[in-house]
Each structure stands twice: as structure tokens, then as C-alpha cells.
């Protein structure tokens, strides 16, 4: 099976009304505001890092340090999120609601937060504007994904490792809001953790790995020091460093089941409430 199918969901729920939040224009606002607050939050927060530590460290070192790059990433997501956001808006705003068959799920159904309408698209599937549509929406998922995890590692990381009092509020800033923008984001939408898109957090991290330590040859220094390899438990950082990334990974993962089954039971109970009343109303008549 593909990367980008989506193999944590059974057919018969691709389609479920508890995948789709926002079935109409005023509650899909919601997830538009949200988007658009938080990349202009991502570039003020990503500002504010660059002028407290341009004077402080090597030009070059602000734009490969791990905070900075969740930034810079948090800034494209919600950038790409926001636009597809006001492209359904349009589709949408003659029919608060279109349901689609399961046999015509895409990744735009769950990245938009409500049911797709891709009636239009499907006419000519095969056209080069729809595939390149396709790649823009699985990037921007694979991106969502990556930015959960990268934000949540990185918080945790700076906070249980790296932080020495005293306290300031600027460490917030640039250590709690990106996870706090990414996580409502995730509560929000409908796009899901797949198990098998760990594979790019790992590429990114030997990546990562790769320039930190091509950073150290020209400069003779390390970005972090748990990334000096001549440490004798260097390897035992490295393999906490993965399994950190793995365990915020899979703490997306979690969150998006229990964000979906909490719809699941709210659907439920909203559909039993409609059952009871029906079966007062024909008694009364």
C-alpha cells in the first residue's frame, strides 16, 4: 500500500460524519480564523526569535536550529491550510453541506475539515491541475504530521533538557506556542496520523543529523551539545533523540483517535436525541 493511504481508517468510516467537523459556514469559519491567527502568531513568534538571537549566534546557525525550523514549517502549514480553507469556503458557500461516497474520499475531505466536494475534479481526473492539487494537499498533510511532532519533541526537549533558571517569559514564546497553535489545529481539523509517515520523521532527523554534524566541521562546533558524537554515551542521546520523535509520533496519533471517537459518541448521542423525539412526536399525533 501507498504512503498516503489511509490505512488507520476502515473504508466505511472515510465518510463518517464524526471525520467532519464543520458542516457549516459559521463553524467552518472557526477553522479558518484559527489558521489565519496562527501563521500570522508563527511569523510574529519567528520575528521575535530572530531579533533576540541574531546578535547572539551565527547567522547561519538561527535558520538550522530546531525551534526555527518548526517555525519556519508552522508558517508554510498554516499557510497552504489556510488557503485550501478559503478554496472550500468558495466551493461551499451556495450548500452548507455535500456528501460525497466513500469511493470518492480524498486527502482534501479530511485536510479541510468537512466533506469535499470534488464533483467538479473528478470530470477530468487525469489533468495535470488536479494531480498537482493532489500533491499540494498530501504535502500539506505530511506537513501537518511533521509539525505536531517536530513542535511537541522540540518543547519537551528544550523544557526536560535544556532549560536552566531562571525563568523568562520569552521561553514561552518560543518553547510553548507553536505546540499550543499545532495541537488546536489538530483538535480542529480531520486529517490523520498514519503509522507508516513515521518514515519522514526519521528521514528528517537523519537529515538533521547530517547537517549539524556538517555544521560542526566548518565551525568546529555543535548546535546542541547532546549532539557531540565524541561523548561516550553519544549513541544513547541519539536513540533517545528518535525515540522522542516517536513517542510525540505517536502521541498525535492518539490524539487523533480520541478527537475522532469523541465525535463518534457526540454524533451518537445526537442521533439518539433525534430518534427519542421522533418517537414522542408520533405519540403525540
Known amino acids: ?13 472515510l465518510t463518517s460524519p464524526s471525520l467532519h467537523l464543520f458542516k457549516s459556514h459559521r463553524l467552518f469559519s472557526i477553522l479558518f480564523l484559527w489558521r489565519f491567527l496562527s501563521f500570522i502568531l508563527c511569523i510574529i513568534a519567528f520575528v521575535f526569535s530572530a531579533l533576540h538571537e541574531w546578535h547572539t549566534i551565527p ?10 525550523v518548526c517555525t519556519m514549517l508552522l508558517i508554510i502549514y498554516f499557510l497552504m491550510a489556510s488557503l485550501f480553507s478559503i478554496k472550500d469556503y468558495k466551493r461551499k458557500r451556495d450548500s452548507l453541506f455535500i456528501s460525497i461516497p466513500a469511493s470518492d474520499t480524498t486527502t482534501e475531505s479530511l485536510l479541510y475539515g468537512m466533506d469535499y466536494d470534488d464533483t467538479e475534479d473528478s470530470l477530468n481526473a487525469s489533468s495535470p491541475r488536479k494531480d498537482k492539487a493532489e500533491i499540494r494537499h498530501k504535502i ?3 506537513l501537518f504530521e511533521f509539525c505536531f511532532t517536530a513542535c511537541v519533541f522540540v518543547d519537551v526537549l528544550f523544557w526536560v533538557l535544556m532549560y536552566t533558571p531562571p525563568f523568562h517569559w520569552t521561553y514561552v514564546i518560543m ?9 488546536i489545529e ?6 490523520v496520523f498514519v503509522p507508516v509517515h513515521i518514515i519522514f520523521i526519521w528521514i528528517f532527523l537523519i537529515i538533521y543529523g547530517i547537517v549539524a554534524y556538517a555544521y560542526h566541521e566548518f565551525t568546529h562546533t555543535w548546535l546542541y551539545l547532546f549532539l557531540d558524537v ?9 536513540a533517545l533523540l528518535a525515540l522522542g520523535a516517536t ?16 465525535k463518534q459518541i457526540k454524533l451518537y448521542r445526537q442521533q439518539r436525541a433525534a430518534e427519542v423525539e421522533d418517537e414522542d412526536g408520533d405519540f403525540a399525533f
Not at 59 to 68: A, K, M, S, V
Not at 175 to 183: A, E, H, S
Open 247 to 262: 513517542g510525540a509520533f505517536i502521541l498525535g496519533y492518539i490524539l487523533v483517535k480520541l478527537r475522532d471517537k469523541s
Open 186 to 191: 489538530l483538535l480542529l481539523n480531520s486529517l
Open 1 to 13: 500500500m501507498g504512503l498516503f493511504k489511509f490505512q488507520s481508517l476502515k473504508k466505511k468510516d
Open 175 to 183: 518553547y510553548g506556542v507553536n505546540g499550543f497553535l499545532i495541537t
Open 230 to 238: 565524541d561523548k561516550s554515551k553519544a549513541i544513547v542521546y541519539y
Open 140 to 142: 500539506t498533510w505530511v
Open 59 to 68: 547567522h547561519g546557525e538561527f535558520f538550522i536550529r530546531l525551534t526555527n
